[in-house]
């Protein structure tokens, strides 16, 4: 119904800048909520940022509130994430996902019906 790509990865210094795409296909891109999610090797997925349709309503991990930012463009079916002052505990794979609860943001990954393929960011110390 849905098909998310995410692009944008790779490797980075510790304080510079990254920005993630996700690019979506198939169904109105403004009719999902969108989130990003990353995973470290050896833990859980974690929740990074949400975005509502419009993107006019935002929510952030408290591990990155006031360097990342979540945003997205939906002529382009495409939502970014811009990584600013990043860390080396930022290190891990970045997941774009989108849910049809288009009303609701969530923290929780299992409220997201579709995934991205995921795309790796490292960031030296």
């Known amino acids: 119904q849905v098909q998310l790509v995410e692009s944008g990865g790779g490797l980075v210094q510790a304080g510079g800048s990254l920005k993630l795409s996700c690019a979506a296909s198939?169904?109105?891109?403004?009719?999902?909520?969108m989130g990003w999610f990353r995973q470290a090797p050896g833990k859980e997925r974690e929740f990074v940022a949400a975005?509502?349709?419009?993107?006019?309503?935002?929510d952030y991990a408290d591990s990155v509130r006031g360097r990342f930012t979540i945003s997205r463009d939906n002529a382009k079916n495409t939502m970014y994430l811009q990584m600013n002052s990043l860390k080396p505990e930022d290190t891990a794979v970045y997941y774009c996902?989108?849910?049809?609860?288009?009303?609701?943001?969530?923290?929780?990954?299992?409220?997201?019906?579709?995934w991205g393929q995921g795309t790796q960011v490292t960031v030296s110390s």
């Open positions: 975005s509502t349709p419009s993107g006019s309503t935002t």
């Open positions: 198939g169904r109105p891109f403004n009719s999902y909520a």
């Open positions: 996902a989108a849910s049809p609860r288009s009303r609701y943001l969530f923290r929780n990954s299992k409220e997201y019906d579709y």
